[in-house]
């Protein structure tokens, strides 16, 4: 049996559900899936036994001995797969006891991410954060595999503390593959993902709002959850101040699997996010749901990005509105470049940036 723990994603999580645990169902594993969230939704099947208990009930250790408590009653527990340093702790408690695998997935360049979402200033912050990296280094010793969702295009930091680290990249399900769509004069411009300043979404707005100037038949939607909540009162009237209201639409959460139609629609796809330390370093996952749903790309030049579009997209300068609306005009007037863009695009997921790819070398852990 393997067990699956997550302290703070959605039981259906695209990356944790709907494919790695998919992935290990096909292959014959039998499941114990643990989730942390404030919802009834009961996730089980066959060879697939799902429990949840309230995250906003519940703290993180009392979580824990949950996942302890239903543990002491399973028998021929071969892994332990945690989704969040949180539950380290537990990797630690059942290495000791019970001398099983365990398998640390990482979603995100951890330093990096704290580093920018932390809202402490100056010392203090560096204190917490230094705090956060003990508390994980401590316990990286009870750890046998270290899997990453982010290429590592500069220093592997797990590896370097001497653990063995597998990538594997939240490619799209083949099933998600669109058709390419036919060059518009009345576009679609879609952003999909957490909507929050950090992600660009003020400079997005600002940057539709000069090419309504130009692609006066042109359309904006946004979709995702705001960060913080009070964002959303913020971005709603910055919208209604636009001038340009009945043309941009915002849908706040949506169920994943009603955003591909969203994408499947759009023709274009955006990322502007402003260059922080965890944009630096981490891929977005859109950028391949993006590729796969068939729209040209633009999105803001950073490594991890620059390395995956190669070509396939337009890239422009972080922060700066003019390069953003230059990006999208530059697609938008060119319908070989369109098509060229979305054509490099498709292939790719087809033969290299697809789940079935990534599979190999989860199944390979």
Known sequence: MIVVATSGHRPDDERIYHKEIKSLLNTGYNILYCTRWDDDMDLSAEHLNHVNVSRSATPI??????????LAEKSQIEILHIHEFDLLPLAKQMKKNNGIKVVYDVHDTLRAMWETFSSKKGLLKKAINKSLSFFEVSH??????????????????????????????????????????????????????QVSIDRGILILLEAFIKLKETVPEARLKIIGQTRPLSFKDILKEKINLSGFENSITFL???????????MREAHI????????????LDTPTKLFEYMAAGCAIVATDVPPVRHFLDGAG????????????????????????????????????????????AEKKLLSV
């Open 269 to 280: 796809g955006v990322i502007p996010s402003l260059k922080t330390p965890r944009v630096v």
């Open 140 to 193: 990286l010793m009870y750890v046998d595999e270290v899997i990453l969702a982010n290429k590592v295009l500069d220093d592997n930091f797990y590896k370097q503390k001497g653990l063995n680290t597998t990538v594997v990249e939240n490619f799209p399900l083949l099933d998600s593959l669109g058709e390419e769509k036919q060059f518009s004069t009345n576009p679609c411009i879609l952003y999909q993902g």
């Open 252 to 262: 706040d959460f949506i169920p994943h699997e009603q955003i591909w139609h969203h």
């Open 314 to 357: 337009e890239l422009v300068v972080p922060n700066r509105v003019q390069s953003l609306y230059k990006g999208i005009l530059t697609i938008l007037q060119n319908e070989d470049i369109y098509n060229d863009y979305i054509n490099k695009s498709m292939v790719r997921v087809k033969q290299e940036y697809n789940w079935p790819e």
């Open 61 to 70: 250790k009392n979580y824990i001995r949950f996942i302890q408590n239903t």
